[in-house]
Nanobody
């Protein structure tokens, strides 16, 4: 059974940091590109960051470049999102996604990140 379980969300003050984790199981993790998305209330889900299957390529939304870092550990089948210098507009539910050409996508259930003083 495929599972993606996000953790690490919470309430943080502006300027603070959080590290999200997404633990994967039930599929060949090392063959999938992994992404983080977020969805704020009343807004569409948007791509935040993506990392290739081997970790050699990473891309970020302009809004998070220089503040967020995506990484993965294929031995632990886990993908991470280090979020620094958080802003109130980073408040959203954060989701991880696994994708592989020709195969079904997999999504996690999401973790809430709230940036507020």
């Amino acid at each position: 059974q495929v599972q993606l379980v996000e953790s690490g969300g919470g309430l943080v003050q502006p300027g603070g940091s959080l590290r999200l984790s997404c633990a994967a199981s039930g599929f060949t993790f090392s063959r999938y590109a992994m992404s983080w998305y977020r969805q704020a209330p009343g807004k569409e889900r948007e791509l935040v960051a993506v990392i290739s299957s081997a970790g050699g390529n990473r891309n970020y939304a302009d809004s998070v470049k220089g503040r967020f870092t995506i990484s993965r550990d294929n031995s632990k089948t886990t993908v991470y999102l280090q979020m620094n210098s958080l802003l109130p507009e980073d408040t959203a539910v954060y989701y991880c996604k696994a994708a592989r050409p020709g195969w079904s996508e997999h999504w996690g259930q999401g973790t809430q990140v709230t940036v507020s003083s």
